[in-house]
Protein backbone atom coordinates (compact mmCIF):
# COMPACT_ATOMS: atom_id res chain seq x y z
CA UNK A 1 0.00 0.00 0.00
CA UNK A 2 1.45 3.23 -1.13
CA UNK A 3 -0.41 5.27 1.63
CA UNK A 4 -2.83 4.46 4.42
CA UNK A 5 -6.48 4.96 3.49
CA UNK A 6 -8.77 5.07 6.11
CA UNK A 7 -12.00 4.45 4.95
CA UNK A 8 -10.39 1.16 2.67
CA UNK A 9 -9.28 -0.49 5.94
CA UNK A 10 -12.47 0.34 7.90
CA UNK A 11 -14.33 -1.94 5.69
CA UNK A 12 -11.68 -4.28 5.27
CA UNK A 13 -10.12 -5.17 8.27
CA UNK A 14 -13.70 -5.49 10.36
CA UNK A 15 -15.06 -8.48 11.53
CA UNK A 16 -18.91 -8.09 11.68
CA UNK A 17 -20.76 -9.10 15.09
CA UNK A 18 -23.16 -12.54 15.16
CA UNK A 19 -26.51 -11.85 14.68
CA UNK A 20 -28.90 -14.77 13.55
CA UNK A 21 -30.24 -14.16 9.99
CA UNK A 22 -33.25 -16.04 8.06
CA UNK A 23 -33.34 -17.16 4.78
CA UNK A 24 -30.16 -19.09 4.54
CA UNK A 25 -29.43 -22.93 2.92
CA UNK A 26 -26.59 -24.53 5.43
CA UNK A 27 -25.78 -27.93 4.09
CA UNK A 28 -23.90 -30.14 6.22
CA UNK A 29 -20.31 -31.64 4.58
CA UNK A 30 -18.35 -34.65 5.97
CA UNK A 31 -14.48 -34.70 5.38
CA UNK A 32 -12.61 -32.82 2.88
CA UNK A 33 -13.70 -35.82 0.36
CA UNK A 34 -17.08 -34.18 0.39
CA UNK A 35 -16.28 -30.13 1.36
CA UNK A 36 -12.89 -29.96 -1.34
CA UNK A 37 -15.03 -31.01 -5.01
CA UNK A 38 -18.23 -28.69 -3.68
CA UNK A 39 -14.88 -25.45 -2.87
CA UNK A 40 -13.51 -26.39 -6.58
CA UNK A 41 -16.78 -25.78 -8.03
CA UNK A 42 -17.67 -22.92 -6.57
CA UNK A 43 -14.06 -21.73 -7.33
CA UNK A 44 -14.44 -21.96 -10.93
CA UNK A 45 -17.33 -20.45 -11.24
CA UNK A 46 -16.82 -17.47 -9.51
CA UNK A 47 -16.98 -14.51 -11.24
CA UNK A 48 -14.95 -11.39 -9.59
CA UNK A 49 -13.68 -13.10 -5.99
CA UNK A 50 -12.78 -15.41 -4.00
CA UNK A 51 -11.41 -15.01 -0.56
CA UNK A 52 -9.66 -18.32 1.58
CA UNK A 53 -8.45 -18.15 4.79
CA UNK A 54 -7.05 -21.36 6.55
CA UNK A 55 -5.00 -22.66 9.34
CA UNK A 56 -2.87 -25.79 7.28
CA UNK A 57 -2.31 -25.71 3.65
CA UNK A 58 -0.60 -28.34 2.71
CA UNK A 59 1.15 -29.39 -0.53
CA UNK A 60 -0.50 -32.88 -0.73
CA UNK A 61 -2.81 -33.85 -4.04
CA UNK A 62 -5.89 -32.74 -2.59
CA UNK A 63 -4.36 -29.55 -1.31
CA UNK A 64 -2.58 -28.72 -4.83
CA UNK A 65 -5.78 -29.30 -6.44
CA UNK A 66 -7.50 -26.30 -4.88
CA UNK A 67 -4.33 -24.41 -5.32
CA UNK A 68 -4.68 -25.42 -9.44
CA UNK A 69 -8.42 -24.35 -9.11
CA UNK A 70 -7.49 -20.73 -7.58
CA UNK A 71 -4.46 -20.08 -9.92
CA UNK A 72 -6.64 -21.13 -12.36
CA UNK A 73 -9.48 -18.31 -11.25
CA UNK A 74 -6.75 -15.84 -11.07
CA UNK A 75 -5.87 -16.77 -15.00
CA UNK A 76 -9.63 -15.78 -16.27
CA UNK A 77 -9.19 -12.50 -14.15
CA UNK A 78 -11.28 -12.78 -10.76
CA UNK A 79 -9.77 -11.30 -7.68
CA UNK A 80 -8.25 -14.55 -5.65
CA UNK A 81 -6.79 -13.23 -1.98
CA UNK A 82 -5.46 -16.45 0.27
CA UNK A 83 -4.16 -16.29 3.85
CA UNK A 84 -2.91 -18.94 6.20
CA UNK A 85 -1.48 -19.89 9.24
CA UNK A 86 2.55 -18.79 10.14
CA UNK A 87 2.42 -21.72 11.96
CA UNK A 88 -0.21 -24.07 10.74
CA UNK A 89 1.46 -24.39 7.78
CA UNK A 90 4.90 -23.47 8.50
CA UNK A 91 6.12 -26.92 7.28
CA UNK A 92 4.44 -25.93 3.47
CA UNK A 93 4.82 -22.69 3.29
CA UNK A 94 7.56 -22.37 0.71
CA UNK A 95 5.63 -25.24 -1.19
CA UNK A 96 2.40 -23.31 -1.30
CA UNK A 97 4.51 -19.87 -2.38
CA UNK A 98 6.13 -21.74 -5.22
CA UNK A 99 3.04 -22.78 -5.66
CA UNK A 100 1.42 -19.52 -6.42
CA UNK A 101 4.54 -17.90 -7.83
CA UNK A 102 3.39 -15.33 -10.80
CA UNK A 103 -0.36 -16.25 -10.77
CA UNK A 104 -2.31 -13.67 -9.52
CA UNK A 105 -2.95 -15.34 -6.37
CA UNK A 106 -2.77 -12.66 -3.57
CA UNK A 107 -0.87 -14.61 -0.92
CA UNK A 108 -0.71 -13.36 2.95
CA UNK A 109 0.78 -15.41 5.73
CA UNK A 110 -1.05 -14.66 9.46
CA UNK A 111 1.68 -13.65 11.73
CA UNK A 112 4.64 -15.40 9.90
CA UNK A 113 7.50 -17.27 12.07
CA UNK A 114 10.58 -16.24 9.05
CA UNK A 115 12.96 -14.97 11.94
CA UNK A 116 14.26 -16.55 14.71
CA UNK A 117 13.25 -13.75 17.11
CA UNK A 118 9.64 -14.11 15.88
CA UNK A 119 9.33 -16.88 18.33
CA UNK A 120 10.26 -15.08 21.13
CA UNK A 121 6.73 -12.32 20.80
CA UNK A 122 3.92 -13.57 23.09
CA UNK A 123 1.17 -12.65 20.08
CA UNK A 124 2.44 -15.38 18.43
CA UNK A 125 0.67 -17.64 20.38
CA UNK A 126 -2.65 -16.51 18.95
CA UNK A 127 -2.66 -17.98 15.76
CA UNK A 128 -5.10 -18.18 12.59
CA UNK A 129 -7.68 -21.18 13.13
CA UNK A 130 -10.47 -20.28 10.94
CA UNK A 131 -11.42 -22.46 7.85
CA UNK A 132 -13.43 -19.65 5.40
CA UNK A 133 -13.59 -19.68 1.71
CA UNK A 134 -16.07 -17.79 -0.12
CA UNK A 135 -17.07 -17.48 -3.62
CA UNK A 136 -18.30 -14.25 -4.74
CA UNK A 137 -21.24 -12.99 -2.35
CA UNK A 138 -23.17 -16.12 -3.16
CA UNK A 139 -21.65 -19.38 -1.70
CA UNK A 140 -19.20 -19.66 1.37
CA UNK A 141 -17.55 -22.31 3.14
CA UNK A 142 -16.99 -22.82 7.28
CA UNK A 143 -15.44 -25.14 9.29
CA UNK A 144 -13.05 -27.32 10.80
CA UNK A 145 -11.15 -28.97 7.59
CA UNK A 146 -7.77 -27.82 6.70
CA UNK A 147 -6.40 -28.01 3.19
CA UNK A 148 -4.76 -31.26 3.92
CA UNK A 149 -5.73 -35.06 2.68
CA UNK A 150 -8.58 -36.14 4.94
CA UNK A 151 -6.02 -39.67 5.54
CA UNK A 152 -2.85 -37.70 5.48
CA UNK A 153 -1.60 -36.07 8.92
CA UNK A 154 1.18 -33.86 8.99
CA UNK A 155 2.62 -36.01 12.35
CA UNK A 156 1.64 -39.57 11.95
CA UNK A 157 1.65 -39.59 7.81
CA UNK A 158 -0.67 -41.34 6.07
CA UNK A 159 -3.45 -43.60 7.11
CA UNK A 160 -6.42 -45.86 5.63
CA UNK A 161 -9.44 -44.15 7.53
CA UNK A 162 -10.14 -40.62 6.72
CA UNK A 163 -10.04 -38.68 9.77
CA UNK A 164 -14.15 -37.47 11.18
CA UNK A 165 -14.35 -34.15 9.97
CA UNK A 166 -16.96 -31.55 9.41
CA UNK A 167 -17.98 -27.84 7.25
CA UNK A 168 -20.74 -26.58 6.12
CA UNK A 169 -21.44 -25.05 2.78
CA UNK A 170 -23.98 -22.11 3.26
CA UNK A 171 -25.73 -19.61 0.66
CA UNK A 172 -28.07 -16.79 1.92
CA UNK A 173 -27.50 -13.65 4.04
CA UNK A 174 -24.88 -15.63 6.12
CA UNK A 175 -22.45 -15.38 3.39
CA UNK A 176 -21.71 -11.59 3.63
CA UNK A 177 -20.56 -11.82 6.80
CA UNK A 178 -18.60 -15.12 6.53
CA UNK A 179 -16.89 -12.73 3.03
CA UNK A 180 -16.70 -9.91 5.59
CA UNK A 181 -14.75 -11.85 8.40
CA UNK A 182 -12.48 -13.49 5.53
CA UNK A 183 -11.17 -9.99 4.11
CA UNK A 184 -10.85 -8.93 7.49
CA UNK A 185 -8.51 -11.86 7.83
CA UNK A 186 -6.36 -11.45 4.65
CA UNK A 187 -6.32 -7.60 5.39
CA UNK A 188 -5.00 -8.27 9.18
CA UNK A 189 -2.05 -10.25 7.85
CA UNK A 190 -1.09 -7.67 5.20
CA UNK A 191 -1.04 -4.62 7.49
CA UNK A 192 1.05 -6.83 9.52
CA UNK A 193 3.41 -7.81 6.90
CA UNK A 194 3.20 -3.54 5.66
CA UNK A 195 2.61 -2.28 9.36
CA UNK A 196 6.21 0.00 9.25
CA UNK A 197 5.31 1.72 5.69
CA UNK A 198 1.13 2.42 7.26
CA UNK A 199 2.86 3.40 10.66
CA UNK A 200 5.04 6.38 8.29
CA UNK A 201 1.82 6.77 6.30
CA UNK A 202 -0.18 7.53 9.71
CA UNK A 203 2.93 9.95 10.83
CA UNK A 204 2.85 11.52 7.13
CA UNK A 205 -1.03 12.91 7.36
CA UNK A 206 -2.19 16.12 8.65
CA UNK A 207 -3.75 14.73 11.66
CA UNK A 208 -1.59 11.18 12.68
CA UNK A 209 -3.05 10.95 16.43
CA UNK A 210 -6.69 11.80 15.73
CA UNK A 211 -6.81 9.28 12.46
CA UNK A 212 -4.45 5.97 14.51
CA UNK A 213 -7.46 6.97 17.30
CA UNK A 214 -10.00 6.75 14.25
CA UNK A 215 -8.34 3.33 12.98
CA UNK A 216 -8.21 1.99 16.71
CA UNK A 217 -12.51 2.57 17.04
CA UNK A 218 -13.73 1.15 13.28
CA UNK A 219 -11.18 -2.13 14.32
CA UNK A 220 -13.56 -2.99 17.10
CA UNK A 221 -16.94 -1.69 15.37
CA UNK A 222 -19.06 -3.41 13.13
CA UNK A 223 -19.08 -3.41 9.51
CA UNK A 224 -21.54 -1.97 6.62
CA UNK A 225 -22.10 -5.13 5.71
CA UNK A 226 -22.24 -6.90 9.14
CA UNK A 227 -25.30 -3.77 9.58
CA UNK A 228 -26.96 -4.93 6.26
CA UNK A 229 -26.51 -8.64 6.68
CA UNK A 230 -28.96 -8.06 10.24
CA UNK A 231 -31.39 -5.42 8.54
CA UNK A 232 -32.06 -8.23 5.64
CA UNK A 233 -32.50 -10.99 8.98
CA UNK A 234 -35.00 -8.99 10.46
CA UNK A 235 -36.98 -8.82 7.12
CA UNK A 236 -36.34 -12.24 6.52
CA UNK A 237 -37.33 -14.67 8.98
CA UNK A 238 -37.78 -17.66 7.07
CA UNK A 239 -35.53 -20.94 7.80
CA UNK A 240 -32.52 -21.44 7.79
CA UNK A 241 -31.75 -19.09 10.41
CA UNK A 242 -28.06 -19.18 11.34
CA UNK A 243 -25.11 -16.96 12.96
CA UNK A 244 -21.87 -16.39 11.84
CA UNK A 245 -19.83 -16.60 15.16
CA UNK A 246 -15.89 -15.40 15.10
CA UNK A 247 -13.83 -15.37 18.04
CA UNK A 248 -10.94 -12.25 18.10
CA UNK A 249 -8.83 -10.62 20.10
CA UNK A 250 -11.04 -7.39 19.87
CA UNK A 251 -14.25 -7.15 20.32
CA UNK A 252 -15.95 -10.98 20.18
CA UNK A 253 -13.12 -12.43 22.54
CA UNK A 254 -15.42 -15.53 23.97
CA UNK A 255 -18.78 -15.00 21.71
CA UNK A 256 -18.60 -19.06 20.97
CA UNK A 257 -17.59 -20.42 24.18
CA UNK A 258 -20.78 -18.21 25.74
CA UNK A 259 -23.18 -19.33 22.58
CA UNK A 260 -22.18 -22.76 23.73
CA UNK A 261 -22.73 -22.77 27.20
CA UNK A 262 -26.06 -20.38 26.86
CA UNK A 263 -27.64 -23.34 24.49
CA UNK A 264 -26.36 -26.51 26.81
CA UNK A 265 -28.41 -24.29 30.03
CA UNK A 266 -30.89 -24.31 27.92
CA UNK A 267 -31.08 -28.03 27.09
CA UNK A 268 -34.08 -29.98 27.57
CA UNK A 269 -33.02 -33.38 26.10
CA UNK A 270 -29.97 -33.71 24.95
CA UNK A 271 -26.52 -32.77 24.17
CA UNK A 272 -24.17 -34.37 21.17
CA UNK A 273 -20.38 -32.73 21.67
CA UNK A 274 -17.64 -34.03 19.27
CA UNK A 275 -14.57 -32.14 19.60
CA UNK A 276 -10.83 -33.40 19.68
CA UNK A 277 -9.39 -31.25 21.80
CA UNK A 278 -11.18 -30.70 24.95
CA UNK A 279 -10.14 -28.70 28.41
CA UNK A 280 -13.27 -26.12 28.76
CA UNK A 281 -12.99 -23.23 31.66
CA UNK A 282 -15.41 -23.50 34.73
CA UNK A 283 -18.60 -22.25 33.35
CA UNK A 284 -18.72 -24.67 30.40
CA UNK A 285 -17.95 -27.61 32.65
CA UNK A 286 -20.77 -26.53 35.02
CA UNK A 287 -22.91 -26.31 32.30
CA UNK A 288 -22.66 -29.91 31.32
CA UNK A 289 -22.68 -30.70 34.54
CA UNK A 290 -26.01 -29.36 35.86
CA UNK A 291 -27.52 -30.28 32.37
CA UNK A 292 -26.64 -33.97 32.95
CA UNK A 293 -28.20 -33.86 36.49
CA UNK A 294 -31.26 -32.61 35.61
CA UNK A 295 -31.65 -35.55 33.13
CA UNK A 296 -30.68 -33.99 29.92
CA UNK A 297 -28.75 -37.11 28.08
CA UNK A 298 -24.71 -35.55 27.59
CA UNK A 299 -22.70 -37.25 25.49
CA UNK A 300 -19.28 -36.20 24.55
CA UNK A 301 -17.06 -37.73 21.59
CA UNK A 302 -13.16 -37.22 22.47
CA UNK A 303 -10.07 -38.63 20.63
CA UNK A 304 -9.14 -42.46 21.20
CA UNK A 305 -7.05 -42.46 18.75
CA UNK A 306 -4.77 -39.80 19.79
CA UNK A 307 -2.66 -37.51 17.59
CA UNK A 308 -1.15 -34.86 20.83
CA UNK A 309 -0.46 -36.70 24.04
CA UNK A 310 -0.69 -33.81 26.16
CA UNK A 311 -4.47 -32.85 24.95
CA UNK A 312 -5.56 -36.50 25.52
CA UNK A 313 -4.13 -35.96 29.10
CA UNK A 314 -5.55 -32.76 29.36
CA UNK A 315 -9.54 -33.88 28.83
CA UNK A 316 -8.65 -37.29 30.92
CA UNK A 317 -7.91 -34.86 33.90
CA UNK A 318 -11.64 -34.05 33.73
CA UNK A 319 -13.03 -37.78 32.87
CA UNK A 320 -13.82 -38.55 36.92
CA UNK A 321 -15.57 -34.90 37.43
CA UNK A 322 -17.68 -35.06 34.41
CA UNK A 323 -18.62 -38.87 34.70
CA UNK A 324 -19.72 -38.50 38.15
CA UNK A 325 -22.31 -36.24 37.34
CA UNK A 326 -23.68 -38.63 34.69
CA UNK A 327 -22.20 -37.04 31.22
CA UNK A 328 -21.14 -39.72 29.38
CA UNK A 329 -17.56 -39.78 27.30
CA UNK A 330 -17.36 -41.56 24.18
CA UNK A 331 -13.20 -42.12 22.49
CA UNK A 332 -13.33 -42.41 18.56
CA UNK A 333 -10.93 -45.14 17.52
CA UNK A 334 -11.56 -45.54 13.84
CA UNK A 335 -9.27 -42.75 12.53
CA UNK A 336 -8.28 -39.75 14.29
CA UNK A 337 -10.78 -37.07 15.29
CA UNK A 338 -10.68 -33.36 14.31
CA UNK A 339 -14.48 -32.26 14.34
CA UNK A 340 -15.63 -29.29 15.96
CA UNK A 341 -19.26 -29.87 16.29
CA UNK A 342 -22.15 -30.09 18.43
CA UNK A 343 -26.36 -30.39 18.73
CA UNK A 344 -28.37 -29.23 21.35
CA UNK A 345 -32.02 -30.55 22.05
CA UNK A 346 -33.62 -30.63 18.00
CA UNK A 347 -32.75 -27.55 16.41
CA UNK A 348 -29.82 -26.08 17.38
CA UNK A 349 -26.16 -27.19 16.27
CA UNK A 350 -23.08 -25.56 15.46
CA UNK A 351 -20.14 -26.50 13.52
CA UNK A 352 -17.03 -24.63 13.17
CA UNK A 353 -13.13 -24.62 13.82
CA UNK A 354 -13.18 -23.98 17.85
CA UNK A 355 -12.29 -26.66 19.75
CA UNK A 356 -13.42 -26.42 23.46
CA UNK A 357 -10.13 -25.71 25.28
CA UNK A 358 -7.85 -22.51 26.05
CA UNK A 359 -6.24 -21.91 22.96
CA UNK A 360 -9.31 -22.07 20.97
CA UNK A 361 -11.84 -19.90 23.31
CA UNK A 362 -8.95 -17.07 24.45
CA UNK A 363 -6.57 -17.32 22.05
CA UNK A 364 -6.96 -18.38 18.36
CA UNK A 365 -9.33 -16.80 15.73
CA UNK A 366 -11.98 -19.06 15.14
CA UNK A 367 -14.95 -19.31 12.81
CA UNK A 368 -18.61 -21.24 13.72
CA UNK A 369 -21.79 -21.28 12.25
CA UNK A 370 -24.74 -21.90 14.40
CA UNK A 371 -27.50 -23.52 12.66
CA UNK A 372 -31.14 -23.09 14.29
CA UNK A 373 -33.09 -25.84 12.26
CA UNK A 374 -34.54 -29.11 13.05
CA UNK A 375 -34.00 -30.69 9.88
CA UNK A 376 -29.98 -29.81 9.59
CA UNK A 377 -29.62 -30.69 13.42
CA UNK A 378 -31.37 -34.29 12.97
CA UNK A 379 -28.62 -34.52 9.87
CA UNK A 380 -25.46 -33.30 12.08
CA UNK A 381 -26.87 -35.56 14.92
CA UNK A 382 -27.16 -39.06 12.84
CA UNK A 383 -24.08 -38.44 11.65
CA UNK A 384 -22.64 -38.41 14.90
CA UNK A 385 -24.83 -41.96 16.47
CA UNK A 386 -22.76 -43.53 13.42
CA UNK A 387 -19.70 -42.52 14.77
CA UNK A 388 -20.83 -42.95 18.36
CA UNK A 389 -21.57 -46.55 17.33
CA UNK A 390 -17.88 -46.69 16.40
CA UNK A 391 -16.81 -45.83 19.40
CA UNK A 392 -15.64 -46.85 22.86
CA UNK A 393 -17.22 -45.60 26.01
CA UNK A 394 -15.69 -44.62 28.40
CA UNK A 395 -16.39 -46.88 32.05
CA UNK A 396 -15.33 -48.81 34.95
CA UNK A 397 -13.04 -47.15 37.98
CA UNK A 398 -10.89 -44.30 37.10
CA UNK A 399 -7.11 -44.91 35.90
CA UNK A 400 -6.14 -42.57 39.00
CA UNK A 401 -6.63 -42.25 42.25
CA UNK A 402 -6.45 -40.24 45.28
CA UNK A 403 -3.16 -38.13 45.13
CA UNK A 404 -2.37 -39.41 41.85
CA UNK A 405 -5.88 -38.00 40.44
CA UNK A 406 -5.44 -34.49 41.75
CA UNK A 407 -1.81 -34.11 40.82
CA UNK A 408 -2.58 -35.09 37.70
CA UNK A 409 -5.55 -32.58 37.16
CA UNK A 410 -3.49 -29.92 39.52
CA UNK A 411 -0.14 -30.74 36.71
CA UNK A 412 -2.65 -30.04 33.57
CA UNK A 413 -4.63 -26.97 34.94
CA UNK A 414 -0.89 -25.30 36.38
CA UNK A 415 0.27 -25.75 32.68
CA UNK A 416 -2.93 -24.29 30.85
CA UNK A 417 -3.05 -21.50 33.50
CA UNK A 418 1.04 -20.56 32.42
CA UNK A 419 0.37 -21.44 28.63
CA UNK A 420 -2.12 -18.14 29.17
CA UNK A 421 -0.16 -16.45 31.06
CA UNK A 422 2.49 -16.76 28.41
CA UNK A 423 0.33 -15.53 25.84
CA UNK A 424 -1.12 -12.20 27.91
CA UNK A 425 -4.32 -13.71 29.12
CA UNK A 426 -5.19 -13.47 32.64
CA UNK A 427 -7.86 -14.11 35.27
CA UNK A 428 -8.89 -17.62 36.29
CA UNK A 429 -9.99 -19.67 33.14
Known sequence: MPGLDLGRLRSWTVVPAPRFAGGNRVELLQGGDALFPRMRQAIAAAQREVWLATYIFHDDPAATALAVALKEAAGRGVAVHVVVDGFGSIKTLEGVRALFADSGVKLEVFRPLDRWYSWLQPGQLRRLHQKLCVCDDSTAFVGGINLIDDRHDMNHGWTDTPRLDYAVQVQGPLVAQVHATTRAMWA?????RDWRDEVRAL??????????????????ARSPEGQ?????????????RAAFLVRDNLRQRRIIERS???????AQHRVELAVPYFYPGR??????????????????????????RIAALAARALYD???????????????????????????????????????????????????????????????????????????GVPE??????????????????LYLRVAGITGRY
Not at 188 to 192: F, G, I, M, P
Not at 203 to 220: E, F, H, I, T
Not at 229 to 240: H, L, S, V
Not at 401 to 417: E, S
Open 188 to 192: RAHLW
Open 203 to 220: ARGGRPVKDAVSLVRQLR
Open 321 to 395: ELRANGVRIFEYTPAFLHAKVAVVDDDWATVGSSNIDPLSLLLNLEANVVVRDAEFAASLRASLERALALSLEVS
Open 400 to 417: RTGWRRWLHRGAVAWAAN
Open 260 to 266: YVEAIRR
Open 228 to 240: AAAAEAARDPAPM
Open 283 to 308: AFRRALRHAARRGVQVRLLLQGKVDY
